[in-house]
């Protein structure tokens, strides 16, 4: 009794969802102004390393942020390299920083102006040992080089 009502409301959704998720994804684009976004690309690219987070590096506000900081800490990136934003002093930054990288959470990490992801990635990239290359590639950290000694022994235990 209810399976063609329900199939049809399907196709119907089915029909109209593809076109409102296109528009909605318009209009977030469109509500950010020329002017917010054009700061937005300059802030992103005046650093190596860019960081939109929930507090400071010194007292991040929430256990993403603060794996983010742990994650570049164990990379050893330079602060001169680094500069982080705090989303929760600007409410407006939170929503276009949102907006701009169409990434739904903070923290959210640039390299050289690319949008790399969030913690998610991020650890992810760390655990794979990406982010480490990454950061090597784009100058950001030095290329690790193994020594002659170190290859010696190695070469020697094997």
Not at 66 to 84: C, G, N
Not at 101 to 124: A, H, K, M, R
Request: proline content about 7%; glycine content about 6%.
């Amino acid at each position: 009794m209810f399976r063609p009502t329900l199939r049809s409301s399907v196709r119907l959704l089915n029909r109209t969802a593809p076109s409102t998720l296109v528009s909605s994804r318009l209009f977030a684009y469109r509500h950010l102004s020329d002017t917010v976004r054009s700061r937005l690309q300059s802030a992103v690219k005046a650093h190596p390393v860019v960081l939109f987070m929930k507090g400071t590096p010194s007292e991040p506000q929430c256990g993403f942020s603060r794996a983010a900081i742990q994650v570049l800490e164990l990379h050893e990136v330079p602060p001169e390299k680094l500069q982080t934003y705090n989303v929760l002093a600007d409410p407006e930054l939170r929503s276009a920083i949102k907006e701009f990288s169409e990434w739904p959470t903070i923290p959210q990490i640039y390299v050289n102006g690319e949008f790399v992801g969030g913690c998610d990635i991020l650890l992810g990239m760390h655990q794979s040992g990406e982010l480490e290359t990454l950061l090597e590639n784009n100058g950001v950290i030095p290329k690790y080089e193994e020594s002659s000694s170190e290859t010696t022994t190695e070469k020697a235990s094997s």
